[in-house]
């Protein structure tokens, strides 16, 4: 099963978007409840109130496994390169606008899923 296969399957199954990503990134696809409380605290320079979880997920998995991969690149600058590509394919990090629905509002997030 692919990250991305794995990340929507664990949306379908209730997660945020965010835990959903991460959890995609985890060996045993288990969130710890250290990992938990690290994602739901998570926040990130340039990145709005009503941010896309999709991408505040990429976001955790590029700082909190950055040690682990070796790359050149410093967690920043990878973030900044991760959000600046997704602002070329998608044009946005608003949430209500990448989908269409506004995912506080239970009616919205129930046609999301759907």
């Known amino acids: 099963m692919t990250r991305k296969e794995l990340a929507l399957e664990t949306f379908r199954k209730g997660r945020d978007c965010d835990k959903a990503v991460f959890s995609a990134f985890e060996k045993d696809e ?58 070329k394919r998608h044009e946005s990090l608003n949430c209500k606008e990448l989908i269409g629905y506004d995912l506080s509002v239970k009616r919205d997030a129930m046609e999301a899923v759907e």
């Open 30 to 87: 288990i969130i710890s409840e250290k990992e938990d409380k690290y994602i739901h605290n998570c926040e990130f320079p340039g990145l709005p109130h009503t941010k896309c979880g999709a991408v505040s997920g990429a976001g955790c998995v590029i700082f909190h496994y950055k040690e682990n991969v070796g790359h050149e690149d410093t967690a920043e600058e990878m973030w900044q390169k991760f959000k600046n590509e997704f602002l």
